[in-house]
């Protein structure tokens, strides 16, 4: 134990975390001034400016990503916890679930076969190889989830955490003149497919929107969440 | 660099309670939003009051209490083999406690919140690793196009049009149609 102990490099532990959060700070903020700028506004995400910030300062600082992920365990190691969390907001609108029963389930469940399966035609029809068929499939559902169940896949966590990202960017900035051109009004329907296709971005978005929409995307977003990670691992594992 | 530093922190520490608000709707379906990004406004009507301080004795017993359950539910998982997500296990047994007690304890509240609010600092360390995939993704731009944008926008109008097809009888969309929407959202 006290060997471990001492083979870590505390100083750049240290230091590594302690610039992860300053700079994640520092993107949470230009993603908040840069609100009125509607258009680009979902691809300031913090996680893609910080992402890319870091991976400049590693390739300047030449610290290799598998140096860099030692000393940030303790921000991975959170995640699990954080994750678990979800059961939360998922509690706080079991009354909607309660009251729509099948009229909510019924377009959840569509969206939770529908995104993959149109994701992966399109991966399948252009002959890409299996591991990137494979992490394409959790495109729709919240980053820590969609992480874990592709690597339970035989996807890659990194690039699926990519992947989900960009759909969510897609759909929040894509989402609302789509409702529009199809004539969708009812703010909880928005809600709804925002949640369960674009899951946490889209949720960000739907709050904009409305407190309805934004409840019924939060349901939306738990529900095609924890579905698609318990089944995918069954059906592909 | 160093002056900047404790200004950072101070707001960082706002960051934290800014994420606590919590709303109730006055629509036919009584539901609470869990609002659980920082990176939206808070609601205009509600008086800060209702934006609750961090108590961050109960945020480290919930803290324990979700790494317990995340840590319980990998090592079961280990021993039985099944190849389940350890935290989709989590939110399972977490939701059917919540359903036992019949409510969120503080504990709980206090932790989940800030936590889920700033999920994205958490997976930062996995997403780095994507320099070492770049050749994967520049060697397939159509099909990832088409797998991303495409198949995204499709499912969205279906699933959209779905919904509101299963539940225009039920006017639920009156509480708020007589606010006009806010510009530049």
Redesign the interface.
């Known amino acids: 134990m006290l060997t471990l102990l001492n083979d870590i490099n505390w100083m750049a532990t240290l230091v590594w975390l302690m610039v992860t959060v300053i700079i994640y700070i520092g993107a949470l903020h230009l993603y908040k001034i840069a609100k009125p700028l509607w258009f680009i506004h979902p691809a300031l995400h913090p996680l893609i400016v910080s992402t890319l910030l870091i991976i400049l300062l590693q390739s300047w600082t030449h610290t290799s990503v598998s140096e860099y992920q030692n000393y940030t365990t303790l921000l991975s190691a959170l995640l699990g916890p954080a994750t678990i969390a979800l059961a939360v907001p998922l509690y706080k609108q079991l009354n909607i679930l309660i009251q729509m029963n099948w009229r909510v389930l019924v377009p959840i469940s569509v969206a939770g076969v529908l995104s993959p399966a149109l994701s992966w035609t399109c991966l399948y029809l252009l002959d890409s190889p299996l591991n990137l068929q494979m992490t394409m499939l959790v495109k729709s559902i919240t980053t820590p989830l969609a992480m874990d169940a592709a690597s339970a896949i035989g996807g890659i966590p990194s690039l699926a955490a990519v992947f989900v990202i960009s759909t969510g960017i897609v759909g929040a900035i894509c989402g609302p003149a789509l409702f529009a051109l199809i004539g969708v009004h009812n703010q909880a329907a928005q809600g709804t497919a925002l949640g369960a296709v674009s899951h946490a971005v889209g949720t960000a978005r739907a709050i904009s929107i409305g407190e309805q929409c934004s409840a019924f995307a939060t349901l939306a977003l738990c529900m095609n969440g924890i579905a698609t990670s318990l089944i995918l691992p069954m059906l592909f594992g | 660099m160093i002056l900047s530093?404790p200004r950072?922190q101070i707001?960082?520490i706002i960051?934290f309670d800014f994420t606590l608000v919590l709303?109730s709707?006055k629509?036919k379906?009584?539901?609470?939003?869990?609002?659980?990004?920082?990176?939206?406004?808070p609601?205009q009507n509600t008086p800060s009051k209702f934006s609750l301080r961090i108590n961050l004795f109960q945020f480290l017993i919930g803290?324990f209490l979700?790494?317990f359950?995340?840590f319980v539910?990998?090592n079961l998982l280990l021993q039985v083999q099944i190849?389940?997500?350890?935290?989709?296990l989590?939110?399972?047994v977490?939701?059917c406690g919540?359903?036992w007690i019949k409510g969120?304890p503080k504990a709980?509240?206090n932790?989940?919140?800030p936590?889920?609010a700033?999920?994205?600092?958490?997976?930062?360390?996995?997403?780095?690793?994507?320099?070492?995939?770049i050749d994967?993704?520049v060697a397939?731009p159509?099909?990832?196009f088409?797998?991303?944008?495409?198949?995204?926008?499709?499912?969205?109008?279906?699933?959209?049009?779905?919904?509101?097809r299963?539940?225009?009888k039920?006017d639920?969309?009156n509480?708020?149609s007589d606010?006009p929407?806010?510009e530049?959202?």
Do not use: C, Y
Request: glycine share 2%; charged share 5%; no cysteine.
């Open positions: 530093l950072l707001t960082f960051n709303t709707s629509s379906i009584e539901s609470k939003a869990l609002i659980i990004s920082p990176l939206a406004p609601p803290l979700l790494s359950l995340f539910a990998q190849n389940v997500p350890p935290a989709s989590g939110i399972a977490l939701f919540l359903l969120v709980i509240s932790a989940a919140n936590l889920l700033h999920m994205s600092l958490f997976f930062i360390p996995a997403i780095v690793a994507i320099v070492n995939f994967l993704i397939f159509l099909a990832l088409f797998s991303i944008v495409v198949s995204t926008l499709v499912s969205l109008s279906i699933t959209a049009w779905i919904s509101q299963l539940m225009h039920l639920i969309t509480s708020n606010k929407p806010r530049g959202d």
